[in-house]
């Protein structure tokens, strides 16, 4: 007989799959009638609680990964650093995506950590997503460790997360520009209101400042790390007059937008205008010219989330709730020295 799933015993007693993990996790603040109701749907299902037989000390646990999206190479490099991770450390990997609620077809949608607690996972990673504070207080609950990849903003100081130093890669990919003699340097980036997208303002920012030159507003775009609002972004900045005559541009996928712009214009990449992007993903040496830009660790970012969760999961003290790898610049054919 099919084991009926903790969403079969919700449905049924009608409250949420992480009010079920709660009572099946002797938890105390559910009310006497809900435990009541939920107990009475277990027992009709004859569901079989984990824990009620002895322990089986080789069983292999499973970490869930929930991304924002599993197309691009972002998101593959990050899962192929977990799973060898996950390998070396013993521990199953489930992946899938975080979808809202809003876009979901049957009337009882779950959200992703619905699906962590049914699945009976003992951690969870999660890469550019924002999880509310009620999904992290489910979570919380339920004793299941989260570690956050590049959180869009900052996460609360008991949740772990793993970055790059986003601030140091756009001082350096500003200050490479600087060096080729560019002084009218645009930069184009994501949201503002993304963690990562400051730091990497803040850097550019900085280099400029350390370099007497001011940055004006309009200098500054905001896309969505596309490759159709890079293309849309540089078009808008090479409409300016006197045209930038470097772009830094904090996206690969933007940057290879913004090389079509480029062309379109009738300009020449770096003969023109020079390109630095950010990430160094493999589409960045398949341009032509090749990019330069700023790597971003993805697989070690994806190895260390995994290796930091796996401490947590055995009850380890960290010393410090961030973990943050170093970024290089990756020094290409889309940069020319400014005459």
Known sequence: ????????????????????SKVLNGRDDVSRDTRAKVDSALR??????????????????????????????????VASGLEAAAYEAGVHVAISVARS??????????????????RGSAGVVLGLIEPTPDQ???????????????????????????????????YEATQHLLQRGHQRIALVTGPPEHLYSRARIAGYRSAMAAAGLEVAPESVRHGTYDRASGAEQVRALLERRPRPTALFICSD????????????????????????????LPEA???????????????EMGGSALRTLVRLMNGEELESPRVEL?????VRDSVAPRG
């Open 326 to 330: 170093a970024t290089t610049l990756v």
């Open 285 to 299: 040496r398949w341009v032509a010219p090749a990019l330069t830009t700023v790597r971003q660790p993805l697989k």
């Open 44 to 77: 009709q299902h004859h569901y079989v609680r984990r824990g009620t037989a002895a322990p089986d000390a080789t069983a292999v646990r499973t970490v869930d990964l929930v991304m924002s999206g599993l197309d691009g190479s972002w998101p593959a490099s």
């Open 136 to 170: 992290l207080g489910r979570l919380a609950q339920a004793r299941v460790p989260c570690v956050v990849i590049d959180p869009l903003s900052d996460p609360p100081p008991d949740v772990m997360s793993v970055g790059t130093t986003n601030w140091a890669g756009a």
């Open 101 to 118: 609620s809003a876009s979901a077809t049957n009337h009882r949608a779950q959200d992703w950590v619905d699906r962590v607690l049914e």
């Open 253 to 280: 996928h933007m940057a290879i937008g913004g090389y079509e712009a480029i062309a379109g214009a009738g300009l020449r990449v770096p003969e023109d205008i020079s390109v630095v992007g950010f990430d160094d």
């Open 1 to 20: 007989m099919t084991r009926p799933t903790l969403a079969h015993i919700a449905e049924m007693a009608g409250v949420s799959v992480s009010t079920v």
